[in-house]
């Protein structure tokens, strides 16, 4: 029995190749990521995080060079409120520790830019094109707000706690604080602040998924507030008002610009323009 073809397909059409539409945004690169092995993926983990973990060595060993200098920046605002302007430590390696946190944290500040860097290039595989974009700008934003809250809580929030907790000093009771709870309560206060300020890259990637909308945000924003001041109570290690607020102040004013960025980045927001 003989194969009949089509009436109209020709030849020229069976072993025509593929020709790629113009009008279609697709990336034949996006079809390459994801394609790596389990091992390796493995691999590519063991390289990245080899790379961090010399950086950070890296950034350690800069910071302590400059440790003398740093911990001056750091307990210069503390020191003005004790009587002597010195603090004791009980313990013989003790302040030796704490210079290593210092160290340590400043080093992972220094060598933040190139692990992000590093966790970029593990990622971005994996990505599509239109989503590699926004990784930069995030990484940016992000890295940016967690500094400017550490900086609020160095400046403002820190020095407000403990000059309130060194106010209790009379002639019968002297203030004379170790070096090691200061410091950690300054570390805890510290990330604390870092972590409150990345509330709009929160709410940016719960927008983008279609989890949060500007609108759900605005109606709830009273119930909002009051979360609000009840963290403020919780991580503020005072209980005066005024150190309170300072710690809520700031967290309401991210609130109001995470509606902001809800409603412009938001999903369904997106979607009204493509159907536009």
Do not use: C
């Not at 697709?26 to 691999?43: A, I, N, T, V, Y």
């Not at 910071?63 to 313990?91: C, H």
């Amino acid at each position: 029995m003989a194969l009949v073809p089509f009436p109209n397909q020709s030849r020229d059409e069976e072993v025509a190749p593929y020709a790629p539409d113009p009008d279609d945004d697709h990336d034949p690169e996006d079809d390459l990521g994801g394609r790596m092995s389990f091992l390796e993926h493995l691999d590519e983990l063991r390289k990245r995080l080899t790379h961090a973990v010399v950086a950070l060595l890296v950034g350690f060993l800069i910071a302590f060079s400059f440790v003398d200098r740093i911990w001056n920046f750091v307990m210069q605002p503390l020191t003005k409120t004790i009587p002597g302007g010195k603090f004791v430590y009980t313990e013989p390696a003790e302040a030796f520790f704490l210079y290593m946190w210092v160290a340590a944290i400043v080093g992972l500040l220094i060598a933040s830019p190139y692990v992000m860097y590093q966790v970029w290039l593990f990622i971005a595989p994996g990505l599509y094109s239109n989503e590699k974009k926004l990784a930069i700008p995030f990484v940016f934003f992000s890295t940016s707000l967690f500094l400017l809250g550490a900086a609020f809580s160095h400046y403002a929030v820190f020095p407000w706690a403990f000059q309130f907790f060194s106010s209790f000093s009379s002639d019968n009771i002297v203030f004379m604080p170790r070096i090691e709870p200061v410091f950690s309560m300054y570390t805890k206060m510290l990330l604390a602040m870092g972590l409150v300020f990345q509330m709009p890259i929160l709410v940016l990637v719960l927008a983008r998924f279609g989890l949060v909308t500007a609108g759900f945000l605005w109606r709830n924003i009273k119930y909002a507030v009051l979360i609000i001041f009840i963290a403020a109570a919780v991580l503020t290690p005072s209980a005066d008002p005024v150190g309170q607020t300072l710690m809520a102040a700031p967290m309401v004013v991210l609130y109001v610009l995470s509606i902001g960025v809800a409603w412009l980045f938001g999903k369904n927001r997106e979607t009204d323009e493509e159907s536009s």
